[in-house]
Nanobody, 125 residues
Framework: QVQLVESGGGLVQAGGSLRLSCTAS????????MGWFRQAPGKEREFVAA????????YYEDSVKGRFTISIDDAKNTVYLQMHSLNPEDTAVYYC??????????????????WGQGTQVTVSS
């Protein structure tokens, strides 16, 4: 079992920035990936970004490219999502995800082995 604890959500005005954090604990794998998904009200959960535990590869959903940056501190088993130029369409519950495997697989909602509890991000216009 892997436990994921997220932090950093909140309310921000359009154009602002937030940083999300997620720390994994428990039986983590030597080869793993972590990432972020989000779910807006009335919509399906969608992929946002993923990164390998080795910090070598990253993937982003097209609408966040150039605005969001995913990073990882392998020593701390912690993944970050730095979000800039936020807009109201980014409002959602953001979920941290963990996969014992390659980051390229962590791009669908079927992929994660474990999920965090979610953290709310609200962007006001």
């Amino acid at each position: 079992q892997v436990q994921l604890v997220e932090s950093g959500g909140g309310l921000v005005q359009a154009g602002g920035s937030l940083r999300l954090s997620c720390t994994a604990s428990g039986r983590t794998s030597s080869t793993y990936a972590m990432g972020w998904f989000r779910q807006a009200p009335g919509k399906e959960r969608e992929f946002v970004a993923a990164i390998s535990g080795s910090n070598i590869v990253r993937y982003y959903e097209d609408s966040v490219k150039g605005r969001f940056t995913i990073s990882i501190d392998d020593a701390k088993n912690t993944v970050y999502l730095q979000m800039h130029s936020l807009n109201p369409e980014d409002t959602a519950v953001y979920y941290c995800a963990y996969l014992a495997g390659a980051a390229q697989r962590l791009r669908t909602t079927r992929a994660p082995d474990f999920w965090g509890q979610g953290t709310q991000v609200t962007v006001s216009s």
